[in-house]
């Protein structure tokens, strides 16, 4: 095992947290197995008892190591139900470099009546902005989006709304200081055929509904949408158990 190198500029727990990493990537530490005790650590790295505990600590927090209280420290077994999916390809399929544009299909003043109003937690006939978007990269249709805004006059809520041009605008509540949080979920769905014929796909393809639901700071929804992609346009990866960071880019 290599030890810590105290003429480095990287700081001494930072050494031992990427030590023991490679150490559980590679398997020379198994789920289940006891890691070193303090004192043994300390020892071979020649570093303070406060630098190894900072370090579990980090890989605590990393959901890599389980401190047991009087029997010391263990890795971690890998735990399916612990997965944790994030929307970095679905920020890959729609950068920059994708060539993405949004088209405005619509913009009107909607009451709110039916499922809109369990959503928002409103009254009927409450007055609403409605949006529907298609997303295009490269000039071929890859989402569509629809969305329900509470309409306040005093807010330019229209305007903004209007300016967005961007996926990062739409998921961040189109960039207004009032948003506080989002709820996001994902679902399968099938498209139907207002959905086929705008993503230029057979009706009850395969796709994903990603619902999105936008608070105020006084925890009120402001704003209720869904984006539809095909599931050919979008896949969701993640890995479980220790692994090598390089494995992150497969």
């Given at each position: ?24 990537a ?7 197995d ?148 989002s ?7 099938v ?9 230029q ?8 509904n ?5 608070y ?26 220790a ?6 880019n497969?």
């Amino acid at each position: 095992m290599r030890k810590v190198d105290s003429n480095s500029y990287e700081p001494s727990y930072s050494q031992v947290v990427r030590i023991l990493q490679e150490q559980i990537a590679v398997g020379k530490l198994r789920p289940g197995d006891r890691l070193p005790s303090e004192s043994q650590l300390c020892a071979y790295h020649g570093v303070s008892r406060m630098t190894i505990r900072r370090a579990i600590n980090i890989l605590v927090e990393q959901g890599a190591v389980i401190t047991r209280q009087g029997q010391g420290t263990f890795v971690k077994p890998m735990q399916f139900w612990a997965a944790t999916f994030g929307l970095g390809q679905l920020q890959n399929l729609l950068s920059d470099e994708s060539g993405i544009r949004i088209r405005i299909l619509e913009a009107s003043i909607k009451l709110a009546e039916g499922r809109v109003t369990r959503k928002m937690a409103i009254k009927r006939s409450q007055r609403l902005l409605f949006m529907r978007r298609l997303i295009l990269s490269r000039d071929k249709p890859i989402m569509y989006h629809r969305e329900y805004l509470v309409y306040d006059p005093s807010r330019p809520i229209v305007e903004s709304e209007l300016e967005v041009t961007s996926l990062r605008g739409l998921l961040e509540g189109t960039g207004n200081s009032f948003i506080k949080r989002s709820v996001l979920s994902i679902e399968a769905t099938v498209l139907k055929d207002e959905e086929a014929q705008l993503l230029q796909a057979p009706a009850a393809t395969a796709a994903f509904n990603l619902e999105h639901l936008f608070y105020d700071f006084e925890d009120r929804p402001v704003s209720w949408g869904w984006f539809i992609c095909p599931a050919a346009n979008l896949r969701f990866t993640t890995i479980v158990g220790a692994h090598n960071k390089e494995l992150l880019n497969v």
